[in-house]
């Protein structure tokens, strides 16, 4: 089966450290979310790319975060730096813009900022 | 703006009844509709959609549900539940250019033995 990959699976760094959140697409999928889950907030949407352009982010701290796809294969989420109020699991998911979209979620990032 | 409701929290039943999840969605036009499932430490898994056509889907595992529009409901059932179902099932709604994509707050399944 294909799948959304994502690295690394678990994180714990200090704050105000970098963290860089890295997602491998489904190949052919043409959109890319990014998604961060926590027990108060449920999944917030941080941000979404088509054909590796951002159409949306305006779900994430622009002041700290950035999202980005290098190419087709690898998006990114960067946090910089990091805070405690960060810690969450982020999740990558893509699709296929035809028709409809249904998402095909990774296993997600769990991240801990102490 | 579309938005998602899932009235249940949490919700307990045996192994063995039956299920229904509810869900309550707002769109402004047609709207595709999706259940996920997640289980502990795991990412969302894709149960069943609507796009169109026949009001009843089914999914994977079991599981079935159906698209009222008078309602703006999509219910997600099963006639008879397994532990292992116990998980966090997501309504979900979008549309045809993949963007507009929201969640519902979950519902927490516990199964008793």
């Known amino acids: 089966d294909a799948r959304v990959t994502q690295t690394p699976r678990h994180k714990v760094t200090e704050m105000g450290q970098e963290v860089t959140m890295r997602c491998q697409p489904i190949?052919?999928?043409?959109?890319v979310f990014w998604y961060r889950q926590t027990m108060m907030q449920g999944l917030e949407l941080l941000a979404y790319f088509r054909n590796r352009a951002p159409l949306d982010d305006s779900g994430m701290p622009k002041d700290r975060f950035s999202a980005e796809m290098p190419d087709a294969t690898l998006a990114t989420l960067k946090i910089q730096p990091s805070e405690p109020r960060d810690s969450a699991v982020y999740f990558c998911?893509?699709?296929?813009?035809?028709?409809?979209?249904?998402?095909?979620f990774g296993a997600g990032s769990r991240l801990t900022v102490l | 703006a579309q938005s998602v409701t899932q009235p249940d929290i949490h919700i307990t039943v045996s192994e063995g009844a039956s299920l229904e999840l509810r869900c309550n969605y707002s769109y402004g036009a047609t709207p595709y509709l999706f259940w996920y499932v997640q289980s502990p430490g795991q990412g969302l898994q894709l149960l069943l959609k609507y796009f169109s056509g026949d009001t009843l889907v089914q999914g994977i595992k079991g599981f079935e549900a159906e698209f009222k529009r008078s309602q703006s409901s999509f219910n997600l059932r099963k006639p008879s539940v397994h532990w292992s179902d116990a998980a966090e099932y997501f309504c979900?709604?979008?549309?045809?250019?993949?963007?507009?994509?929201?969640f519902g707050p979950g519902t927490r399944l516990s199964v008793l033995p």
């Open positions: 998911a893509s699709g296929l813009v035809s028709g409809a979209n249904v998402l095909t």
């Open positions: 190949l052919g999928h043409n959109t």
């Open positions: 979900a709604v979008g549309d045809n250019y993949g963007q507009n994509f929201v």
